[in-house]
């Protein structure tokens, strides 16, 4: 997940901070999918004052994540099945006609960034930390979207991919098996793009989604 663009490129605001800190916590389940919580209780959870809390959850709600419930609190608020379907179909459209133009726009700083986020990936194997493996492998398809060299695809692919984490299941990578295969089938979207065969990376990066969704959202994706 990357942090939501600044209004300027100076330090961040304390509104910002609290804005990533809490989307941070919904994608990577810290906060409860349908729970409500308090204004309060949230500024205990994680450090924020109450004012640039309140104004980093109007940016949520603004954004899709919260919805106040007067007198109640702030509610997560859950993906609708016709929602997630739709952030499916939107990922197995435009993502592999971005690893296809990566593969014809590719610069040498768009390969060096794909190649060191999959060796991280590898590296990080081992350990089975879901959480920091999913960041990697998403900063892995955002590093693809980016070499499209197609701003318009990469600002909604941005938004997508944090909606999606909202609700898939994050397991693969707690089974090595799963993880094994995610790594390598990243590897080959990398590698077409490294050949500049934009043909094999659209079919790599189709296949890759595919499999993942089969994987981890079953119930919400049927070819």
């Avoid at 901070?17 to 205990?44: H, M, P, T, V």
């Amino acid at each position: 997940m990357e942090q939501k663009e600044k209004a300027t490129t100076g330090k961040p605001s304390y509104k910002d901070i609290a804005y990533d800190r809490i989307k941070d916590a919904i994608l990577f389940n810290r906060f409860r999918i349908g729970a409500i919580y308090s204004q309060e209780s949230l500024c205990r959870e994680l450090g924020i004052s109450k004012t640039p809390l309140r104004e980093a959850l109007l940016e949520l709600q603004t954004d899709g994540y919260v919805t106040f419930c007067r007198g109640r609190g702030v509610l997560i608020q859950p993906v609708s099945y016709e929602k997630a379907h739709d952030i499916l179909e939107a990922r197995m459209t435009m993502e592999p006609i971005c690893a296809q133009l990566a593969a014809q726009r590719a610069g040498e700083e768009d390969r060096k960034k794909m190649e060191s986020l999959l060796t991280s990936l590898q590296e990080g194997l081992p350990s089975e930390d879901g959480q920091r493996l999913y960041r990697i492998d998403h900063s892995f398809h955002r590093a693809v979207i980016r070499a499209s060299h197609n701003e318009m695809f990469y600002r909604f692919l941005d938004v997508i991919l944090d909606h999606y984490l909202r609700f898939e299941v994050k397991s693969v990578y707690n089974n090595s098996i799963d993880a094994r295969k995610v790594y390598a089938e990243h590897q080959r979207v990398y590698e077409a793009i490294v050949q500049r065969d934009g043909k094999k990376a659209y079919k790599a990066m189709e296949t890759h989604l595919k499999n993942s969704f089969t994987r981890t959202l079953p119930e919400y994706w049927k070819e």
